[in-house]
């Protein structure tokens, strides 16, 4: 390909260019001017958000269903196309992590916080209010597990793995920097150079401002729950704020460490703590109920993931409105977190194989939370159905604690939940302030200690905003609002990571052409 040689030149100049381009400055600004408007207008921010959280939800649920239908079926593409032998990195480049330690880190960046909120009291939720039918049965009970596993299976690493993987490729195959705007120079060119490739990077900065936020208030109220059942601690806004506080104090000092020994350190420790809650709570419930009822989650979710995940329910308003609140929410979610954890795992998978990532990063969490919300969910509906607990009456960040009431070794299991949560709390907002330095910095793979800071206490003040204006429900709003433009780069960053991948194979093919005839004339 004549033209190949050129493009590569083209690519060495906008790496140079917009690396001097940086926009630190200016999310820096309007990131403050957010947290300004919710401490002076609360109410009014908590009503703009919820104005454009409904009409989102009514006018584009169908949207992201399609979407994040669609992200799966390209990951599943990728595992078994001729682009599969492709490496994320230069032809002699080695992981730079085993592979236990890069599941890890790509797992506790993924999904923590959320497991042990959720873990209990989305599957009870869904079991009291399901999507169909009657709360309460047995069918419920199965609904209940199916929509979790919905949830928090494929498509949501499906929509991480894709964003992932086009990071990977073009920084570590193609020298590109770590920006969301490189990843589409194959298909817009110059043009990410300018306004255009800064508006791109400014979308992926806010929404990992505000994905992450949810999380950390996620995080902060089941702290304040945990510390209610542990110590009688009163449970409201100002305790959760100083637990912001306390929080933000270690997870700066984490990052301040680097990524090789801060959050490799605490992603460690956060896997050997899961590990731990988990045969703990397995094997002091309901053992053979719940192996069993894995089983039979794993049978149900894989017959009906198609329906499920492009469900709308549009001749039932309560069905819509069950759908719209639960399963289009964590879409938003998930492709709102993408900027984060996609670049995060981008940044510890160099070296590894396209099929080797899409395998690893697609089926191996997905079964990990499929076991997780098994054992903790499956634990909690048992006690409801058999016992006649309500466990459902729980609010959300109490629910896990409630059911340890009624297990053995329940201080243990509460200490270690609560120590858990905020080692994940601190590995989220770590990783969350490296990449948002990232971002910000025309794409530096180690962004400075005072960027990181600055970081640091922006995010804390957005969730404490979001928090104070809305709770939860102001949390969701700003995750579902801004995802939806984001979903238009991811898109354009498949194409783009396809029109890449066909550039190497024609150059490798002509290559190889090349060599072929080359021999014969030499013979």
């Given at each position: 390909?004549?033209?190949?040689?050129?493009?590569?030149?083209?690519?060495?100049?906008?790496?140079s260019?917009?690396?001097?381009?940086?926009?630190?400055?200016?999310?820096?600004?309007?990131?403050l001017?957010?947290?300004?408007?919710?401490?002076?207008?609360?109410?009014?921010?908590?009503?703009w958000?919820?104005?454009?959280?409904?009409?989102?939800?009514?006018?584009?649920?169908?949207?992201y269903?399609?979407?994040?239908?669609?992200?799966?079926?390209?990951?599943?593409?990728?595992?078994?196309?001729?682009?599969?032998?492709?490496?994320?990195g230069?032809?002699?480049?080695?992981?730079?992590?085993?592979?236990?330690?890069w599941?890890?880190?790509?797992?506790?960046?993924?999904?923590?916080?959320?497991?042990?909120?959720?873990?209990?009291?989305?599957?009870?939720?869904?079991?009291?209010?399901?999507?169909?039918?009657?709360?309460?049965?047995?069918?419920?009970?199965?609904?209940?597990?199916?929509?979790?596993?919905?949830?928090?299976?494929?498509?949501?690493?499906?929509?991480?793995?894709?964003v992932?993987?086009?990071?990977?490729?073009?920084?570590?195959?193609?020298?590109?920097?770590?920006l969301?705007?490189?990843?589409?120079?194959?298909?817009?060119?110059?043009?990410v150079?300018?306004?255009?490739?800064?508006?791109?990077?400014?979308?992926?900065?806010?929404?990992t401002?505000?994905g992450?936020?949810?999380?950390?208030?996620?995080?902060?109220?089941?702290?304040?729950?945990?510390?209610?059942?542990?110590?009688?601690m009163?449970?409201?806004?100002?305790?959760?704020?100083?637990?912001m506080?306390?929080?933000?104090?270690l997870?700066?000092?984490?990052?301040s460490?680097?990524?090789?020994?801060?959050?490799?350190?605490?992603?460690?420790?956060?896997?050997?703590?899961?590990?731990?809650?988990f045969i703990?709570?397995?094997?002091?419930?309901p053992?053979?109920?719940?192996?069993?009822?894995?089983?039979?989650?794993?049978g149900?979710?894989?017959?009906n993931?198609?329906?499920?995940?492009?469900?709308?329910?549009?001749?039932?308003?309560?069905?819509?409105?069950?759908?719209?609140?639960?399963?289009?929410?964590?879409?938003?979610w998930?492709?709102?977190?993408?900027?984060?954890?996609?670049?995060?795992?981008?940044?510890?998978?160099?070296g590894?194989?396209?099929?080797?990532?899409s395998?690893?990063?697609?089926?191996?969490?997905?079964?990990v939370?499929?076991?997780?919300?098994?054992v903790?969910?499956?634990?909690?509906?048992?006690?409801?159905?058999?016992?006649?607990?309500?466990?459902?009456?729980?609010?959300?960040?109490?629910?896990?604690f409630?059911?340890?009431?009624?297990?053995?070794?329940?201080?243990?299991?509460?200490?270690?939940?609560?120590?858990?949560i905020?080692?994940?709390?601190?590995?989220?907002?770590?990783?969350?302030?490296?990449?948002?330095g990232?971002?910000?910095?025309?794409?530096?793979?180690?962004?400075?200690?005072?960027?990181?800071?600055?970081?640091?206490?922006?995010?804390?003040?957005?969730t404490?905003?979001?928090?104070?204006?809305?709770?939860?429900?102001?949390?969701?709003?700003?995750?579902i609002?801004?995802?939806?433009p984001?979903?238009?780069?991811?898109l354009a960053?498949?194409?783009?990571?396809?029109?890449?991948?066909?550039?190497?194979?024609?150059?490798?093919?002509?290559?190889q052409?090349?060599?072929?005839?080359?021999?014969?004339k030499?013979?």
């Open positions: 390909m004549t033209g190949r040689p050129r493009n590569r030149k083209k690519e060495v100049s906008f790496i260019k917009t690396a001097g381009k940086p926009i630190f400055k200016l999310s820096v600004v309007i990131a001017v957010f947290v300004a408007i919710g401490v002076l207008m609360p109410d009014q921010l908590a009503s958000m919820n104005g454009a959280q409904g009409f989102t939800l009514e006018s584009f649920g169908w949207y269903q399609i979407v994040a239908t669609f992200f799966l079926v390209f990951a599943v593409f990728m595992i078994f196309s001729r682009y599969g032998k492709i490496k994320l230069k032809e002699g480049d080695k992981p730079e992590y085993s592979r236990p330690t599941f890890a880190m790509l797992f506790s960046a993924g999904m923590g916080i959320g497991l042990l909120f959720y873990g209990v009291s989305e599957p009870i939720a869904h079991f009291a209010v399901p999507p169909t039918g009657e709360g309460s049965t047995e069918g419920a009970a199965a609904l209940s597990m199916q929509y979790t596993w919905l949830h928090w299976g494929l498509h949501a690493w499906a929509i991480y793995a894709m992932a993987l086009a990071l990977a490729y073009f920084k570590f195959k193609r020298g590109a920097p770590g969301m705007s490189a990843t589409l120079y194959p298909v817009l060119g110059d043009k150079k300018g306004p255009l490739g800064q508006t791109i990077d400014l979308v992926a900065v806010f929404a401002l505000f992450v936020a949810a999380s950390l208030g996620l995080g902060a109220q089941q702290i304040n729950g945990g510390l209610e059942y542990l110590v009688g009163p449970n409201n806004f100002g305790v959760q704020m100083v637990i506080l306390v929080i933000t104090g997870f700066i000092l984490s990052a460490t680097g990524i090789s020994k801060g959050i490799k350190y605490l992603s460690n420790v956060n896997m050997s703590l899961a590990g731990l809650l703990l709570v397995l094997f002091a419930g053992t053979l109920f719940l192996m069993n009822l894995f089983s039979t989650n794993l149900n979710y894989t017959a993931l198609a329906q499920m995940g492009l469900q709308l329910s549009p001749f039932d308003s309560d069905e819509a409105a069950w759908t719209q609140g639960w399963t289009i929410f964590y879409w938003a998930w492709i709102s977190w993408t900027p984060f954890v996609g670049m995060f795992i981008a940044r510890v998978s160099k590894r194989t396209v099929r080797e990532f395998v690893a990063v697609l089926l191996i969490p997905t079964l939370c499929g076991l997780w919300f098994t903790f969910g499956g634990t909690g509906i048992a006690l409801e159905m058999n016992q006649g607990l309500e466990v459902s009456a729980q609010s959300l960040e109490t629910a896990l409630f059911v340890y009431q009624e297990l053995p070794l329940t201080a243990l299991l509460s200490i270690v939940t609560v120590a858990l905020t080692t994940f709390f601190v590995t989220s907002a770590d990783s969350a302030t490296f990449v948002l990232m971002q910000t910095t025309g794409g530096k793979l180690n962004p400075s200690t005072g960027v990181k800071i600055v970081w640091g206490l922006i995010l804390a003040a957005s404490g905003v979001l928090m104070y204006s809305g709770g939860l429900a102001g949390l969701q709003a700003a995750i609002v801004s995802a939806l984001l979903t238009l780069v991811i960053m498949c194409y783009s990571t396809v029109k890449a991948f066909n550039e190497d194979l024609e150059a490798e093919q002509k290559a052409q090349s060599r072929f005839h080359e021999k014969r030499a013979s």
